[in-house]
């Protein structure tokens, strides 16, 4: 009797938490997998001419899309805003949020939400003109400062100014293109947000050669993927996506190689992370070719990297913190196996 209690119990304690729980079943009925996105800046999420969306943070939704459905291209993409984002997560309305976006405490928590991993390491900066002559953000105070709402942008803005005894005027806005468009018309002598995003927001300036980022990062901003509490099954999928594409970027497997390898290498952890040996795919409740879809599909973390924020696009970013732990950097993927 006291068994059949306690597994009453637990399966009404599981029903109480499951108001969001069957997300990957909801995303195999769907057939296709509802990303949230920002409503646009260059490298991490944006759209061509031809409404594609292109980007780190897409390739993000293009691989939980190949490993459940096994077709990256299965993505609804749904643009929000700063402000609107995590409503949309919490609402159901998004299966996931991969979205330049800040792990902090208070949203993995009281937000009822869980950052499924870190896909960039990034810190806060200011742009300013050239011609203002100033070499550090301690020569700021009194400036007007332009930023977006609802980011933490907004709240180390006031803690670096506080800290430092300065003052600024925030003028702030709701969307991105609106930060840059009214920092470009001079409504503001300051322009402050994550450093890759003054990096892809420069290239929508009239004049990119005109301004500089000062030297000082006064934050650390691990930018990941997002989903919502009480669905550890979605969670483990978001996770372990992420985890591929570095992992792969380690064991040398990329887009281009990813066939022959499956076909000849004899590298047991290469074997496993191609569905060849183990049943990775079973424990997470998708198809094992999962992970050789993400690799072949979409491609290891480094290949994302260049093709969309490295050092020959327009965007131009070093790999700085994001190169793998064994090459400097601080990108570490627990193993898949
Ligand atoms: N990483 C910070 C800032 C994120 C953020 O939303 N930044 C703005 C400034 S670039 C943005 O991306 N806006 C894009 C949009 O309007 O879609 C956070 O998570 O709060």
């Not at 709402?149 to 991105?176: C, H, I, P, Q």
């Not at 022959?260 to 094992?288: C, F, H, Q, Y």
Request: net charge neutral; aromatic share 8%.
């Amino acid at each position: 009797m006291k068994k059949l209690s306690t597994i009453v119990a637990g399966g009404l304690a599981l029903v109480a938490l499951g108001a969001q729980a069957g997300t990957l079943d909801d995303v195999k009925a769907r057939g296709a997998l509802s990303c949230g996105v920002s409503t646009g800046l260059a490298g991490f999420s944006q759209k061509d001419e031809k409404g594609g969306w292109s980007g780190l943070d897409v390739d993000l939704c293009r691989a939980v899309a190949a490993a459940v459905l096994g077709d990256a291209s299965k993505v609804q993409y749904k643009p929000l805003t700063a402000k609107e984002r995590f409503t949309a997560l919490q609402s159901g309305e998004i299966d996931m949020l991969s979205r330049n976006t800040t792990w902090t405490l208070v949203r993995d928590t009281a937000l009822g939400m869980n950052f499924a991993g870190v896909a960039y390491y990034d810190g806060q900066g200011f742009m300013v003109r050239k011609s203002l002559g100033v070499k550090s953000a301690l020569e700021l105070d009194g400036a007007s400062v332009c930023t977006n709402l609802g980011t933490t942008t907004e709240l180390n803005l006031s803690d670096y100014f506080r800290a430092n005894g300065m003052k600024f005027k925030g003028v702030f806005f709701e969307k991105a293109d609106e930060v840059v468009a009214a920092y470009d018309a001079g409504r503001c002598d300051v322009y402050t947000t994550d450093q890759s995003a003054l990096a892809a927001q420069r290239t929508k300036m009239k004049n990119p050669g005109e301004h500089q980022v000062l030297p000082e990062i006064i934050s650390k901003e691990p930018l990941g993927p997002v989903v919502p509490h009480a669905d550890d099954q979605w969670f483990d999928l978001v996770k372990w996506s992420l985890n591929v594409m570095i992992e792969s970027e380690e064991l040398g497997l990329s887009s281009a190689n990813v066939d022959s390898m499956k076909a000849s290498s004899k590298n047991p952890a290469i074997r496993r992370m191609l569905g060849v040996e183990g049943d990775t795919g079973k424990n997470l409740g998708v198809d094992n070719s999962w992970s050789f879809n993400i690799i072949k599909q979409v491609g290891n973390y480094g290949e994302v990297f260049d093709r969309h924020l490295g050092e020959n696009t327009p965007v131009g970013l070093p790999r700085g913190l994001n190169r793998l732990w064994s090459k400097g950097g601080i990108l570490y993927a627990p193993p898949v196996r």
